[in-house]
């Protein structure tokens, strides 16, 4: 089983920055793609930023500018930078990492715990 941890989350004005990291462990053969999801009350989880095994990113078009995914192989760890906050940024994100794991190796998409994320105006 792959478990995620996800650390970062908090209370910021708008303006400012804050930096997620989210970490798998176990029995990990290969992570392919890594991306953070949010979501808020009464509405669906929606991306924010993907990149892939091969570093190749993508991201909402809403956050384009403002937010950097990045992954750190060596660490099973990947990073969401979120500078230029806005209330609107305000949101549970989740990070996801679709992983080969275990014996017999098998895919598996996990999702992290989630981190509240606030951003005052």
């Known amino acids: 089983q792959v478990q995620l941890v996800e650390f970062g989350g908090g209370l910021v004005q708008a303006g400012g920055s804050l930096r997620l990291s989210c970490t798998a462990s176990g029995n990990i053969h290969r992570i392919n793609t890594m991306g953070w999801y949010r979501q808020t009350p009464g509405k669906q989880r929606e991306l924010v930023a993907i990149?892939?095994?091969?570093?190749?990113?993508n991201y909402a078009d809403s956050v384009k500018g403002r937010f950097t995914i990045s992954r750190d192989n060596a660490k099973n760890t990947v990073y969401l930078q979120m500078n230029s906050l806005k209330p609107e940024d305000t949101a549970v994100y989740y990070c996801?990492?679709?992983?080969?794991?275990?014996?017999?190796?098998?895919?598996?998409?996990?999702w992290g715990q989630g981190t509240q994320v606030t951003v005052s105006s």
């Open positions: 996801n990492v679709d992983a080969v794991s275990g014996w017999p190796p098998q895919g598996q998409s996990r």
């Open positions: 990149i892939a095994g091969g570093g190749s990113t």
